[in-house]
């Protein structure tokens, strides 16, 4: 059985869920082609990373010139699946801030893809993120391809379901997957109760690299580690704010980059906290779990988020987690045992929940219950498995279109 999977960008650091997953689907017997819309736009530094760097094919990278004789053979061999996908990106261009135009672009590479997929064998197609690249493997499935899934990672991607069509997507796709209950309950109500059945709870995990092993103590250095995208939805200028509020020694440190750095640095000076705050820039997995495990908190400010992975590798680490009160955070985080949930935007409150940190009052024991619920139910294998059964059970049905072009 051969799987294939979409992204926007593959591989990309802040993106290891998604090398997880795959890793997990194959290690559960099932074969996955991997295909992205682009290459990712940054360094990598996860040896694991660099690995799938050299697995993954990108639809634009294979040039102009085969993408528009993948338009040209396939207008030529399917004229009338091809007059139905162009009139529905059309459809779906004038609902889309991104415009007709763009979708046709995406129908383009819907051509490519289905002839790919044809002659990879691929029998079923499972993508990340509602957006674009979804939007591709609708258009690939109405010129003919396969069947497909996706995946939504935080309700940023389906709050405007409208100009995202994620009603048209949701009817032709085999199965969707949510990653937390925050975003399943968001899910449900912008759709249909009837295709609530459409809907499985598929949780991000945790591999091996946090999961093996006993934890170590917390350690006694007032050391917090922050591990984001240097970017506006993460709130990092509210966790400046809030640490130059704090009293007594700390130190920060800043794992990521991206491009509010120079801004960063610049508040760093303002604040005059330039001293305490390592920006280390971004890590590779290895490098990552030993950030954490030196910190007496994992910090995550944010403003919007779903339910990040880096909150399971520090509770699996055995570190509590002082976060905003976002997403799907709460369904990680028990308040005042293995962390703290502030209110978004507030430095005085993510200034207490750090205090707290520091504090006598973190109990080794009420932390170890976060360790237990990532092993439970954040464990990439286990969820790995579950959505390989799901490519199963589709593939197991009668009147599946199989492979792409039969």
């Known amino acids: 059985m051969k799987v294939a999977y979409l992204t926007n960008q593959y591989p990309k650091t802040s993106h290891s869920f998604i090398r997880r997953e795959i890793l997990a689907v194959e290690a559960a017997g099932i074969e996955v082609q991997r295909f992205t819309v682009r290459l990712p736009d940054e360094p990598l530094v996860d040896p694991q990373d660099k690995q799938e760097l050299q697995r993954t094919e990108s639809l634009l990278g294979s040039g102009a010139g085969t993408l528009l004789s993948a338009l040209l053979l396939t207008a030529l061999g399917r004229p009338l699946a091809t007059l139905r996908a162009a009139r529905q990106a059309i459809v779906l261009g ?30 079923h197609l499972h993508i990340h993120f509602a957006t674009n690249p979804t939007t591709v493997g609708l258009l690939c499935k ?172 520090a509770l699996a680490l055995g570190r509590p987690v002082v976060a905003t009160s976002v997403g799907g955070l709460s369904e990680l985080i028990e308040q005042g045992a293995n962390g703290q949930l502030v209110p978004s935007g507030s430095a005085r409150h993510l200034a207490d929940g750090l205090a707290w940190a520091l504090s006598d009052a973190v109990d080794p024991q009420q932390v170890a219950k976060g360790t237990q619920l990532i092993r439970e139910q954040h464990d990439a294998e286990k969820e790995g498995a579950r959505l390989a059964q799901l490519f199963r059970d589709v593939l197991e049905q009668p009147n599946q279109t199989g492979p792409a072009g039969r």
């Open 94 to 123: 004038r609902r889309s801030p991104r415009g007709v135009l763009v979708h046709m672009i995406y129908l383009v590479e819907a051509c490519h893809l289905r002839r790919r997929l044809q002659q990879c064998g691929a029998e």
């Open 142 to 313: 109405t010129l003919g391809g396969p069947s497909f899934s996706f995946t939504v990672h935080s309700t940023a991607s389906s709050e405007t379901p409208e100009t995202n069509a994620l009603d048209v997507k949701l009817a032709a796709c085999s199965f969707a997957c949510a990653v937390s209950y925050h975003g399943l309950g968001q899910l449900y109500g912008m759709t249909p109760r009837s295709d609530w059945k459409r809907w499985h709870l598929i949780h991000c995990g945790v591999d091996e690299r946090f999961l093996g092993g006993e934890t170590t103590p917390l350690p006694t250095a007032p050391r917090f580690v922050c591990v984001a995208r240097f970017s506006p939805e993460k709130g990092l200028f509210t966790l400046l704010e809030a640490v130059a509020l704090l009293q007594g020694e700390w130190e920060l440190v800043l794992v990521g980059d991206g491009p509010q750095r120079p801004e960063i640095e610049s508040e760093l000076q303002r604040l005059g906290i330039a001293a305490r705050v390592r920006l280390a820039g971004w890590q590779a997995g290895e490098e990552v779990r030993k950030e954490i495990e030196g910190a007496r908190a994992l910090v995550i400010p944010s403003y919007v988020e779903g339910l990040p992975v880096v909150a399971m590798e």
